[in-house]
């Protein structure tokens, strides 16, 4: 009977409805946008005499949106889902990868902005791209691991 009562059932801390939402979308508007950009920049033909293709500037100007939602939605997760998660233990390893994933695309799209050095530039493009498109897998990794770990617990 003593041992009963020094073990209690964690307490889960998987986001509401809403903030899963919040997530799901702001996940899904900052990989089309992102995307959206990389075809208008690599793929589309240039109308004549324009310096970029037209989508490309309708496509940053979401991604800068998206990214203002995004960076609330992560801000959100820090205080109610990442802290208590860390410090029950759970999920660490690809918990910990999918925020400092969040954590190199915000220090590389802010460095798109305001580094100088083309080349220091070009790096943090090249990992932006990387990281933003690697991103949503690891988001589905970790939500699958989550419940696989709830169904087990439930077991």
Excluded: C
Aim: glycine letters at 8%.
């Amino acid at each position: 009977m003593h041992e009963a009562l020094h073990h209690r059932p964690r307490k889960a801390v998987r986001p509401g409805r809403r903030q899963r939402l919040a997530i799901y979308w702001s996940s899904a508007l900052l990989l089309a946008s992102g995307l959206a950009w990389l075809i208008a920049h690599y793929l589309l033909p240039l109308p004549e005499f324009a310096a970029r293709h037209p989508l490309e500037t309708w496509a940053m100007r979401l991604h800068g949106a998206a990214t203002l939602f995004g960076l609330a939605v992560f801000g959100s997760l820090w205080s109610n889902h990442v802290l208590p998660a860390w410090k029950q233990g759970r999920h660490r390893s690809h918990g910990a990868a999918l925020a400092l994933f969040w954590l190199l695309l915000i220090l590389t799209g802010y460095g798109l902005y305001y580094l100088s050095d083309e080349e220091v530039r070009a790096l943090a493009s090249t990992g932006h791209i990387a990281l933003g498109t690697v991103l949503p897998l690891g988001l589905a990794v970790h939500v699958s691991q989550a419940r696989r770990q709830k169904h087990a617990d439930l077991a």
